[in-house]
């Protein structure tokens, strides 16, 4: 069955999705790591596109890949080493020393860009021929220096882009689970109190104040008992105070009555 069909996705949703910024971002840090003398960064943005010449792609399945010719590797080594590469005039030892340098720069790309698409960590890359990527309707873009000679090129499919679009749109999914609040709550300190009364004094009457004055409370003995959670009012109940030794004990007879 074919897979030869157009994207559904609007363009302007794909933008939107912060996509080109973020592996702009990853090619950054990727560059400033290995090629130090160097300014290597995407050329524009990822747009519809042939999968270019090259002589091998680095491929994760048919997602992702980048593909790699003869000239972007030569070009990429002497951004490595900050020095013009000549192939034909290397010792064999040094040619696979620095073919091993540039391979694991790759490597290291591929991987940053796959941690933009949440990609699994583990996720296994091969080198394949050209001809053998399936990748429908790709989309890319080159990754060059700034003479802009022989560049790498990213390619990745229309399905990768519009999961990713996706998820930039979605609220991101609940890790735990909500319970109820009073459940949530139900282990939570707090500081109950009992008002017993009030009353209204002028600063100087409080600075007369002396043992054995007797102040009238706006409550009367009867009348249910205003209790509080660390201040705040909870509602009116029906209790009684008695004094125990050294301790007052305020007995709940009827729960508070939430105001």
């Known amino acids: ?11 302007s949703a794909l933008r939107a999705s912060g996509l080109d910024a973020r592996i ?13 003398g160097a300014r290597w960064r995407t050329q524009g ?24 010719a003869g000239g972007a590797r030569t070009a990429l080594a002497g951004a490595l080493l900050d020095r013009d590469i000549a192939w034909d005039a290397l010792t064999a030892e040094d ?14 790309l591929a991987h940053r860009i796959a941690q933009v698409f949440r990609l699994p960590p583990d996720l296994r890359w091969q080198d ?16 060059a220096g700034e003479q802009r000679r022989a560049p790498l090129h990213l390619l990745v499919a229309s399905d990768l ?13 609940r890790t735990v689970p909500l319970t109820a609040i009073d459940t949530a709550l139900g282990r939570q300190a707090v500081a109950l109190g009992a008002r017993i009364g009030r009353c209204s004094l ?16 706006d409550r009367a003995v009867a009348a249910p008992l205003e209790l509080a959670i660390d201040g705040a009012p909870l509602g009116a109940g029906s209790g ?10 305020l007995e709940i007879l009827a729960p508070p009555i939430k105001a």
Do not use: N
């Not at 702009?24 to 130090?36: D, I, Q, T």
């Not at 394949?128 to 990754?143: N, Q, Y």
């Not at 882009?161 to 999914?173: F, K, S, T, W």
């Open 1 to 11: 069955m074919s897979r030869d069909y157009q994207c559904w996705l609007p363009e």
């Open 24 to 36: 702009g971002e990853a090619v950054g840090v990727w560059s400033a790591k290995w090629l130090p």
């Open 45 to 68: 943005s990822l747009a519809a596109i042939e999968p270019p010449a090259a002589e091998v792609m680095v491929a994760a399945g048919d997602d992702l890949a980048l593909a790699i």
């Open 95 to 108: 040619a696979v020393l620095i073919e091993g340098l540039v391979r694991a720069s790759i490597e290291d």
């Open 128 to 143: 394949i021929a050209p001809a053998d990527l399936a990748m429908a309707r790709p989309r890319g873009c080159a990754i």
């Open 161 to 173: 882009m519009i999961e990713h679009a996706r998820r930039a749109v979605l609220p991101a999914p």
């Open 202 to 217: 002028s600063f100087g009457e409080v600075a007369q104040l002396a043992i054995g004055d007797v102040l009238i409370l």
């Open 240 to 249: 009684f105070v008695t004094h125990e030794e050294e301790t007052f004990r």
